[in-house]
């Protein structure tokens, strides 16, 4: 356990040494999706695997704790437990946190891979459809009160940043993923994509259900940067 920016415990795990992975989960997922991807690759790398706070074996603050700024405040603190720069890998919201803490630590991030991410919304809109769903999906799933907000998007700070990040970046999505196939164009756009990997027959749990392709994918884009 490490502690968060407000004091929160966050559970880690660290596998490895070489390059740092540091690999961050989806909403309502928990670190365990990245086993078989972080035995994969802590071989030759160090990887750290993290709970977001509500999640897995990580705390759960009260509402009112679950801010962007929450999470990014974690990221840093697990950050802080390996070494810098850091490959920031994350899987939907994972991805969406990451590309928020470049935009705060350029220096601190040497890449990126985004799996099945997007950047957020830009229409006040789209941002109030998507979270009405956030909060539909965190009554079904029985969450605990608050765990919703991190999934929640009040503004358009990433989406409208993301050129500002220099970070080389690799792009993975399943096929049947169509949700985030356009968030996929608009980072070939915007980002510095030096590859795309886009495997067949899956769609958003492309991590798990394709973990070894993803990590060949990873080890190889990680290969090309350094």
């Known amino acids: 356990m490490i502690s968060g920016n407000d004091g929160t415990e966050i559970a880690t795990e660290h596998l490895g040494s070489g390059l740092s992975l540091v690999f961050t989960h989806g909403w309502a997922n928990d670190r365990s999706v990245w086993v078989s991807i972080a035995d994969h690759l802590a071989v030759d790398h160090a990887v750290t695997t993290w709970d977001l706070r509500g999640h897995g074996e990580s705390n759960t603050p009260p509402p ?3 801010s962007r700024q929450h999470a ?3 990221l840093g603190a697990v950050i802080d437990s390996t070494n810098r720069p850091v490959v920031l890998i994350g899987h939907s919201l994972g991805g969406y946190l990451s590309l928020a803490y470049a935009l705060a ?3 601190e991030v040497s890449a990126l891979v985004l799996i099945a991410s997007g950047p957020g919304f830009r229409k006040i809109e789209a941002r109030e459809e998507w979270n009405e769903a956030v909060i539909s999906n965190a009554r ?3 969450l605990p ?3 919703e907000e991190l999934s929640m998007h009040v503004d358009s700070m990433v989406i409208d940043r993301l ?3 220099s970070a080389p970046t690799l792009i993975v999505l399943g096929e049947n993923d169509k949700r985030f196939a356009a968030s996929a164009s608009l980072f070939q756009r915007d980002l510095d994509v030096r590859d ?8 958003h749990m ?6 070894l392709q993803c990590a060949d994918a990873i080890r190889s884009f990680v290969a090309g940067i350094r």
């Open 64 to 66: 009112g704790r679950y």
């Open 72 to 74: 990014l405040g974690d």
């Open 105 to 107: 630590h350029p220096d």
């Open 140 to 142: 079904k799933l029985g």
């Open 145 to 147: 009160a608050g765990v």
């Open 163 to 165: 050129v500002e990040i």
């Open 196 to 203: 795309t990997l886009v495997v067949p027959d899956q769609g």
């Open 206 to 211: 492309v991590h798990i259900k394709a973990a």
